[in-house]
């Protein structure tokens, strides 16, 4: 990998005299309400960024809730469990990962001008630390784990796999949001598994349309660090896909609805009243609808725009969500 001519040394405070990260959100509450010794902590694990929770749980939703509509019987309290353990095992898992991922590309972010002030390089904590947090984070969501049954847990030991590899990934390809994407919407999977017990061909569909929606969005983030990117040799479909990036974003907008249009069919239609069925189909057609918002607006060279955008992904994902919890009660 060349290394840029000059890497430049690493904020001791952050992006300001209390260390907050520069794209964190202004006035969030860890920075406000936070004890002063979690707040390296909290910043590692992005709890000032919620919107990578969000993105990895709404997967999550999406699987529980598809399961639960094509089969209304089997739905029941267990399946709100469901919900919320994904949410505080995403919050989790998400938190681990990140700091997974800061670790490993500690010496990248301190090159990169908007990251430079995440919590190891500028100082804030010391990798051994770092460690032991992510210890502690995986440790309580594998306990989370432990409540669902034996396929569902099996499912949440693998994902570990993609989780481990993503870091490295723009290292050796273009593609590093495919990887994210794989470690992104595994909770497709393991939530339709945690309520039925086993996968079907639906929860797969609709793994690979969260596959092609995390290329959708994650192209818009990488467009932020282009310019820091190219100087240091990081790979990313932003990089890749240049000034032809809004064709490549209208293609992943169109399989991801079309993946999405699929799993719901074959999920449904067997058993689902044709109510329900067009309810759930009307979550995929507001999915690619604020999809289709986002490249309206989209300028790839304004930076504050992309992270804006980025961030706007969690209405995007909760619309098939909502849409789909609606589909279990009609």
Known sequence: MRQPERTPEPATTGSGASGQVADAYSDNWVDRLAPGWSRPYLRLSRADRPIGTWLLLLPCWWGVALAAAADPASAGWRDLWIALACGLGAWLMR????????????DIDAAVARTRSRPIPSGQVSVRQAVAWMGLQALIAFGLLLTFNAAAIALGVLSLLPVAVYPFAKRFTWWPQVFLGIAFNW????????????????????????????????TIYAHQDKEDDALIGVKSTARLFGD????????FL???????????????????????????LGGAW????????QLGRLDIDDP???????RANRDTGLIPALFLAIAVFV
Do not use: Q
């Not at 909770?187 to 995390?214: C, E, N, Q």
């Not at 032809?244 to 293609?251: E, S």
């Open 95 to 106: 938190g681990a990962g990140c700091t997974w991922n800061d670790i490993t590309d500690r």
């Open 187 to 218: 909770g497709a999977l393991l939530a339709w598994t945690a309520h039925g017990g086993s996968l079907g061909w639906p929860a797969v569909i609709l793994y690979f349309s969260g596959m092609a929606w995390t290329l959708f969005y994650d």
């Open 244 to 251: 032809n990036t809004r064709p490549w974003l209208r293609g």
């Open 254 to 280: 169109a399989l991801s609805v079309l993946l999405m249009t699929l799993a719901i069919v074959l999920a449904l239609l067997p058993a689902a009243t044709p109510l329900a069925l067009v309810v759930a």
């Open 286 to 293: 507001g999915f690619g609808w604020h999809m289709a918002w």
């Open 304 to 310: 504050d725009t992309c992270l804006s955008l980025f």
